[in-house]
């Protein structure tokens, strides 16, 4: 079983980790590896989240198969099979054992084929402390596919021996003197996007796993682990495609989920983590960047059609709005650069190493029926006399609508389909009630516009003017439309009462 930790080095910053004291007195093995990956022409060892190398090391080739990973965070975990074999033309499928032979019933051996190719020069040191023993691989080159290069830049820390958390205390030390960030993707996983294998896409919601009678530490750490891969999953999506505007807002998602997780934490009478803070900030540093992908791709379009014509000065209105739109997406990929933010994910995923646990852990249902029903009544305490509510306090009722979905969502495996209409109906709510909010955000945006722009030209603050005013008017009409849906809500049978 291999155990690692994988992180991404910016170009141009491999002396650190060469020259950086926890590796001086070790010294390294530089080797140059190239390895060609294997697959069916209809890419079925990928479908089974398998990846089959050949790599020659030396004189030698070694064959390598690896079954789909278990990911916390930046380390996974993975069924591995290595042996030497006689040549790199092909793979020889007699040498492996039935465990891996298993894994490929059903595909047609024959059709198997080169599917691309690693070459990289990997210089690795052995680290130890005590029982435990890890290798750190610092591997510089490239992923190739017919005509189409990728660079590889990163650092692999793989547990010899002893426990995980060595790992993540090696993680930490690096970062301090070198701007590491996530990268859970492997060098496979990578070669066969660069192949036209798959197309990368945002990573919605995981569905966490769990049973009714696990603990409710287990539950906890199930829920957390789900909310952790969804984040680690999006940051390289965002990074490399920050046009691409869900991938930012499924990685808000997954953060307010940890967040989520933090209140539950809570509920297991167990104190707020370190990594609370940091968690917060975070996601406070990317709210503009969303807000605006959220202004310019659904509310401006919307808002100019409510307008009908359009201003002589729309092309002067449209860059000013882009321009402030682009610089909020330059901060926010700066954030997740930063090594806070990869500290941010080594801490939550080395604690997500183990299970909370306590003598008189309740059971994960009776916990989440608790959580549900605290939930709820917050809820409906929000959403009181909901036709008075001001933009505030309808944001307020929003927020708690939100934290009802995420515990529903969360814990829904435990209570089967008698939830899902439920869900549908707090979704509805949560909806309406975010575009009555994007609405009163957008508006102030505009005129906080206005006053950054100094003295704009008339014509554009009249623009500006004019989309804040029209979006405050949309405000209460939505707002309108939100009581309707929650007093639909307020009837609802409420699953986990059952």
């Not at 029982?131 to 750190?136: G, H, K, N, R, S």
């Not at 008698?418 to 508006?443: C, E, K, M, P």
């Not at 939505?478 to 609802?492: D, K, N, P, V, Y």
Request: charged share 25%; hydrophobic share 45%.
């Amino acid at each position: 079983m291999e155990i690692e930790l994988k992180l991404a080095l910016p170009p141009g910053h491999a002396a650190r980790i060469r020259r950086h004291p926890l590796l001086q007195a070790i010294k390294p093995v530089k080797r140059t590896l190239h390895s060609i990956y294997f697959d069916t022409p209809a890419f079925d060892l990928m479908q089974r989240g398998i990846a089959l190398r050949l790599r020659r090391v030396g004189y030698h080739w070694v064959q390598t198969m690896k079954a789909e990973a278990r990911a916390v965070g930046a380390m996974s975990s993975r069924p591995e099979w290595e042996m030497a074999v006689a040549g790199g033309a092909s793979p020889d499928f007699a040498v492996l054992p039935q465990a891996a032979l298993d894994l490929l019933t059903g595909i047609d051996l024959a059709r198997i084929a080169p599917a691309f190719v690693t070459e990289f020069q990997r210089t690795t040191w052995q680290v130890s402390r005590a029982e435990d023993q890890a290798e750190l691989a610092l591997d510089i080159g490239n992923i190739k596919s017919g005509d189409a290069t990728q660079a590889i830049s990163e650092i692999e820390i793989e547990l010899k021996a002893g426990a995980p958390d060595f790992l993540f205390e090696i993680a930490a030390q690096l970062l301090e003197q070198t701007p590491l960030h996530i990268e859970p993707r492997s060098k496979a996983e990578r070669g066969y996007g660069l192949s036209g294998a798959q197309s990368a896409a945002p990573l919605k919601a995981v569905r966490p796993e769990f049973s009714p009678h696990q603990s409710a530490g287990a539950a906890w750490n199930a829920v957390m682990q789900a909310a952790l891969a969804q984040c680690v999953a999006n940051v390289p999506g965002f990074l490399e495609h920050p046009d691409e505007i869900e991938y930012l807002h499924q990685l808000r998602i997954s953060m307010r989920r940890l967040r989520v997780g933090v209140s539950l934490m809570r509920a297991l009478g167990r104190p707020a983590p370190a990594w609370d803070m940091p968690l917060r900030e975070s996601l406070r540093g990317l709210n503009a960047a969303r807000d605006w992908d959220v202004f310019l791709a659904e509310t401006l379009p919307k808002t100019r059609k409510l307008l009908g014509t359009q201003s002589a000065v729309d092309g002067e209105l449209l860059a000013a709005l882009a321009a402030a739109a682009e610089q909020a997406r330059q901060q926010a990929i700066m954030r997740l650069l930063r090594p806070i933010f990869t500290q941010l994910i080594l801490d939550i995923g080395r604690d997500l190493l183990t299970v909370p646990a306590a003598p008189k852990m309740p059971e994960a249902r009776q916990w989440a029926a608790k959580i549900l029903e605290k939930r709820w009544l917050a809820l409906r305490k929000r959403c009181r006399n909901f036709a008075k509510l001001n933009p505030e306090e309808r944001h307020m009722a929003r927020i708690a609508a939100k934290k009802m979905r995420y515990a529903a969502d969360a814990f829904i495996p435990l209570y089967g389909k008698r939830g899902a209409r439920f869900i549908d109906a707090l979704a509805t709510l949560q909806n309406s009630l975010g575009s009555a909010n994007d609405a009163h955000v957008g508006a102030l945006m505009m005129h906080a516009l206005i006053v950054e722009t100094g003295k704009p030209d008339a014509a554009l603050a009249f623009d500006l003017g004019r989309i804040a005013g029209a979006l405050e008017t949309e405000v209460g009409r939505r707002a309108h439309l939100s009581g309707t849906i929650w007093r639909r809500l307020a009837q609802s049978r409420l699953f986990w009462r059952a």
